[in-house]
């Protein structure tokens, strides 16, 4: 038997089985690199998609009631409430807006006389309810809401109306004025109230401060002091200095424009359980 012809069938099948493997490798390489391709192409469209969202979303924007069923407007039984005899009424109200909307908490205060009934009905309604969440720096943030809540009987039928402001001029006029709303998170470091030490305030009471701001079309702290505080001399208008000083805002609003404004707020300190 001649060995060349083995020989070469034997190298044509080493040459046949080295070419099947190597278009193997090739296709292989070929697929791992469309496949890292196509996540790096996921990838990018995933950032700019991101990128695209938050730049959908305006640089500011007021946590605002809304008109969802899940709305405080639309939650509030004005038709009970008239029926329950109450009579004109107005209670101020405050709340937590998270990201999403949901109100991590709330409470009432400053009710004018014989509100009991809506004050009840208002914190109610506040458990459940849902607000269009305030955006900063075209992003989403944790907001303190204040509002108030006016009910007046016209013609024997309930008016219910509610207001995203606490200044008592601009509920006279009944303005188009939405009031700067203090941010949770972000670039503020307000990280809430703080009650004063045990040398200030020796004896554990509760504490009211009205704390006038100053503030830009920014959202930007621009001054603040103390207007009354209660009772006196046990720490808590400097706690309430020091609690706002580093604080951010979405800024005010008026006719759909931020601006800049004064606002006085009122806050409520309670001594550690």
């Known amino acids: 038997m001649n060995p060349v012809p083995v020989a070469a069938e034997r190298n044509t099948k080493t040459a046949v089985a080295a070419s099947h493997s190597l278009r193997l490798q090739t296709l292989a390489g070929a697929i791992a690199f469309f496949s890292h391709m196509r996540r790096l192409v996921f990838l990018l469209v995933l950032g700019l998609a991101l990128k695209c969202s938050a730049e959908d979303l305006p640089l500011y924007r007021p946590a605002l009631i809304g008109k969802s069923p899940e709305a405080i407007i639309n939650r509030i039984d004005e038709k009970l409430l008239l029926k329950a005899g109450q009579k004109d009424a107005a209670v101020m109200f405050s709340a937590g807006v998270e990201k999403t909307g949901e109100l991590k908490w709330s409470g009432t205060y400053r009710g004018t006389p014989d509100s009991k009934l809506l004050e009840q009905e208002v914190l109610r ?3 459940n309810a849902k607000m269009i969440p305030a955006v900063r720096n075209h992003l989403p943030v944790s907001v303190v809401f ?62 009211t401060v009205d704390l006038w701001l100053k503030i830009d079309a920014s959202g930007n702290l621009q001054e603040e002091k103390v207007v009354k505080e209660s009772p006196p001399l046990l720490g808590f208008g400097d706690a309430a200095l020091d609690d706002f000083a580093n604080a951010k805002f979405i800024p005010a609003f008026r006719d759909g424009k931020s601006v800049s404004c004064e606002i006085t707020l009122p806050l409520y300190y309670k001594p550690e359980k």
């Open 146 to 207: 204040y509002g108030t809540v006016l009910f007046e009987v016209v013609d024997n039928k309930p008016r219910l109306r509610i207001f995203s402001n606490q200044e008592e001029s601009e509920l006279k006029k009944e303005s188009d004025f939405i009031g700067p709303q203090l941010c949770l998170g972000g670039d503020s470091k307000f990280s809430g109230l703080h009650y004063p030490s045990a040398q200030q305030a020796p004896l554990p009471v509760d504490g």
């Open 125 to 127: 309604v506040l458990a």
